[in-house]
């Protein structure tokens, strides 16, 4: 598989090189220069690990097949579900939740980033550029799935950074506690869009990069710009189909629509791509919360960042900037990259890009969207729950109540991607549930506990934990934490 950069500025490369490099040298996202479309009439394998094995075979054909045969052992072996990512029929009328939360973090970056750190080590290895420095901005969950999936990986060393508030308790415990000698977390005086913007200008600076190379540091990234989070992601909903057709829920035209909670726009895009390859996926919906910029942009044409940031329920989500919409943008456009460059540069510049008439219909005829409030998340919450007898997270609830504010929901099955557990989350469930919530997280993952049980073990382990990891930094003052962490 070949890669371009959606800006297309940059010159092409192949899988490992795109996997390297994580962003394109003129600040563009990778894309395939070709993908094979509707290769898949049915489900492409018997179970979840060939049908990863047949994606990567797609998407990374030049790393050995054992590499990725071991990347998918690795992950596999790391998930506590026999399936990996269940998908379970909740509440009647054909809602079905793909629950991709059974990973080593519980959210759904522990698909891909179980995975990545193999690939990333073997490309490094074969290019024999030194170090690679992995570069993270998380809003909650990337940075401690990438700091649990790489933690002594030989070659590679993480930095996270992570706002200082609105993250959960646990998720910042997930991060600080996290053992191995080769990762760090920072925590920095702003939100999710200053921790992105700040790596990602790190990542333009080529005096930067100059410089790391010179001291055998090759700087690379785990979010989900690069291709190594994205393709992976694909797997769970080719899995999906599949499970949905065994189970003969499939409607008589063999479609299924897809609801994804969504912030950064990559897990959705991860859809979007599956059903490029052939899964019957008829719509595509994407949930925000109240940072509802995906949102609006799906339903108007309008990108405007140009807003107040919420600290919400459902922190994931809190994000402004999303890095994904560039990929997104690249298609609607037709894979124009000089008219992308134009709106990306009106949307650094400005805050704020328009699609055109035609533009917008051809976006709309991909993704529907819709959004929730902090209330609304606690009511679906609790309603799932007195209804259904299930618990979900919030990020998962929006989902849900994204899902039923369609107008012209039918029979046809919906499947809600589940992102996250809801023991990640305990004091926003036990608020939504009507209980008294305790300043204390692990108070709250206790009292939940006497009513639903089944804590998973690593997230209680969490209290206890020492903490290993107390860097902090002012917004402006990333590029000098990434020089003083990878000693640069």
């Known amino acids: 598989m070949k890669y371009v950069s959606t800006r297309g500025l940059a010159p092409q490369v192949n899988s490992t090189e795109a996997l390297l490099n994580g962003i394109a040298p003129d600040g563009g996202l990778y894309v395939p220069a070709e993908l094979p479309e509707k290769i898949f009439a049915t489900p492409p394998a018997r179970n979840y690990a060939e049908t990863m094995s047949r994606l990567l075979e797609i998407f990374f054909d030049d790393i050995p097949a054992p590499v990725r045969n071991n990347a998918i052992e690795r992950s596999v072996a790391r998930f506590s579900a026999?399936?990996?990512?269940?998908?379970?029929?909740?509440?009647?009328?054909?809602?079905?939740?793909?629950?991709?939360?059974?990973?080593?973090?519980?959210?759904?970056?522990?698909?891909?980033?179980?995975?990545?750190?193999?690939?990333?080590?073997?490309?490094?290895?074969?290019?024999?550029?030194?170090?690679?420095?992995?570069?993270?901005?998380?809003?909650?969950?990337?940075?401690?799935?990438?700091?649990?999936?790489?933690?002594?990986?030989?070659?590679?060393?993480?930095?996270?950074?992570?706002?200082?508030?609105?993250?959960?308790?646990?998720?910042?415990?997930?991060?600080?506690?996290?053992?191995?000698?080769?990762?760090?977390?920072?925590?920095?005086?702003?939100?999710?869009?200053?921790?992105?913007?700040?790596?990602?200008?790190?990542f333009a600076d080529a005096d930067f990069r100059r410089a790391a190379a010179e001291k055998g540091v090759f700087l690379s990234s785990a979010n989900s710009i690069n291709v190594g989070r994205l393709f992976p992601q694909v797997c769970y909903y080719l899995d999906a189909w599949r499970k949905l057709a065994e189970a003969g829920a499939l409607a008589t035209n063999g479609v299924f629509d897809v609801v994804v909670p969504t912030g950064n726009f990559g897990n959705i895009l991860a859809a979007?791509?599956?059903?490029?390859?052939?899964?019957?996926?008829?719509?595509?919906?994407?949930?925000?919360?109240?940072?509802?910029?995906?949102?609006?942009?799906i339903a108007t044409g309008t990108y405007d960042r140009r807003r107040e940031f919420k600290i919400t329920n459902s922190p994931s989500m809190d994000i402004l900037v999303s890095s994904n919409a560039e990929r997104l943008l690249f298609y609607v456009l037709g894979r124009n990259s000089a008219q992308l460059r134009e709106r990306m540069d009106a949307l650094k510049n400005v805050g704020t890009f328009s699609l055109t008439t035609t533009e917008l219909a051809a976006l709309q005829s991909l993704y529907r969207s819709g959004f929730a409030t902090i209330s609304e998340?606690?009511?679906?919450?609790?309603?799932?729950?007195?209804?259904?007898?299930?618990?979900?997270?919030?990020?998962?609830?929006?989902?849900?109540?994204?899902?039923?504010?369609?107008?012209?929901r039918d029979n046809a099955p919906a499947i809600v991607a589940a992102t996250a557990s809801p023991w990640k989350f305990p004091g926003t469930i036990r608020k939504a549930l009507g209980e008294q919530v305790c300043d204390n997280d692990f108070d709250n993952l206790r009292a939940l506990a006497t009513r639903f049980g089944n804590v998973p073990e690593h997230l209680a382990s969490l209290e206890p934990a020492t903490i290993q990891h107390k860097l902090s930094c002012a917004k402006n003052k990333i590029a000098e934490t990434v020089r003083a962490f990878f000693k640069i």
């Open 82 to 202: 026999p399936e990996v990512v269940p998908l379970k029929p909740v509440g009647g009328d054909n809602v079905w939740f793909l629950e991709l939360f059974h990973g080593p973090t519980c959210a759904f970056k522990d698909v891909a980033l179980t995975i990545l750190p193999p690939l990333l080590q073997y490309a490094a290895e074969k290019s024999a550029k030194g170090r690679v420095a992995i570069l993270t901005a998380t809003s909650g969950d990337t940075g401690s799935a990438a700091m649990s999936g790489f933690a002594n990986v030989v070659g590679t060393e993480v930095l996270v950074f992570y706002p200082q508030t609105g993250t959960s308790e646990i998720q910042r415990r997930q991060m600080v506690c996290c053992g191995g000698n080769n990762v760090g977390a920072c925590a920095i005086e702003g939100n999710f869009d200053d921790a992105q913007a700040g790596v990602k200008a790190v």
């Open 272 to 297: 979007n791509f599956a059903k490029r390859l052939g899964a019957p996926i008829r719509r595509l919906i994407a949930a925000s919360n109240e940072n509802r910029v995906i949102a609006d942009f």
């Open 377 to 408: 998340t606690e009511a679906a919450i609790r309603e799932l729950c007195e209804s259904t007898g299930y618990l979900a997270d919030p990020h998962t609830a929006i989902g849900w109540k994204v899902l039923r504010d369609q107008a012209d």
